[in-house]
């Protein structure tokens, strides 16, 4: 890996592009299910269907732009796919309302989240980021660990990894969190961004990988570290797409925290 391999990220993404994410990516999402079996199996223990992630996915983002419409607690209840109404076409009826209440709204505006300080840029980046992933989940029908699925650019995929620690990390470390074995560092290898993970769970993202000798080291393209980031990929099960130095017990402790969304 050389510096001229890791291109340097421009800024973070604004909420708009957030929202445009949501629309291409769940544009992507109805089109790969429309071509799938309902029944067919996927990887994932919760939602283990093709059939079940698009009512799960679908469920969500109507709540959220629930959440968005009026501002408060809504009952995700209240969203379940009516029985008896065709998946696909309630999918992008719940996907395309999603990206216009965001448009439609100010990104600073305050409102419900899980999370203190709940604002309308939160949900944005949030349902982006889950649209993303969800896709991800439904590929694997017929790829056992597909590449990342592409929208927003490097920025979009760094930010997943940020969103990750900076929402549901601080969550599990604010409910009490057991320590890593030792230090990790999650090294990009196409884009000029690494995280260090410290024993305590305080991350350091930089530009260039913080050298800690204490630290394992777990190096990827950016959509792979993401897919790490979501217990989505096993660095150790695909030496073709990750390099690993150091400790394979602080790899698998990380992978094994409570702290994916």
């Known amino acids: 890996m050389t510096a001229a391999m890791r291109r340097p990220l421009g800024p973070a993404p604004e909420p708009l592009a957030f929202a445009a994410a949501i629309r291409s990516l769940s544009d ?3 089109a790969d299910a429309a071509a799938l079996d309902p029944e067919a199996p996927i990887a994932s223990a919760a939602w283990p269907t093709v059939g079940g992630m698009i009512d799960h996915l679908g469920q969500i983002q109507r709540w959220s732009a629930a959440v968005l419409r009026t ?3 809504v009952d995700r209840a ?3 796919r009516p029985s008896g109404r065709e998946r696909i076409s309630w999918f992008v009826e ?3 309302a999603l990206a216009s209440e965001i448009e439609a709204r100010d990104a600073a505006a305050g409102c419900w989240s899980f999370v203190p300080g709940g604002t309308v840029g939160f949900w944005a980046r949030r349902q982006a980021h889950e649209a993303r992933k969800h896709l991800w989940d439904i590929g694997t029908a017929t ?5 990342l699925p592409e929208a927003g650019g490097l920025e979009m995929v760094a930010d997943i990894v940020d969103e990750l620690y900076a929402v549901f990390l601080a969550r599990a470390v604010r409910g009490g969190l057991a320590p890593l074995p030792a230090p990790l560092e999650l090294v990009a290898s196409d884009a000029a961004v690494s995280w260090h993970v410290s024993a305590d769970w305080t991350i350091i993202r930089s530009a260039d990988p913080a050298g800690d000798p204490a630290a394992t080291v777990v190096t990827g393209s950016l959509g792979d570290i993401a897919l790490f ?5 096993v660095p150790e099960d695909l030496p073709d797409r990750f390099s690993i130095t150091g400790s394979l017990a602080t790899v698998a402790a990380y992978r094994d925290a409570p702290v994916h969304p």
Not at 229 to 233: K, L, M, P, Q, S
């Open 28 to 30: 992507r999402f109805a």
């Open 143 to 147: 790829t056992e660990v597909p590449r």
């Open 71 to 73: 501002g408060g607690a």
């Open 94 to 96: 719940g996907s395309s």
């Open 229 to 233: 980031a979501w217990d989505r990929a």
């Open 78 to 80: 209240d969203h379940v």
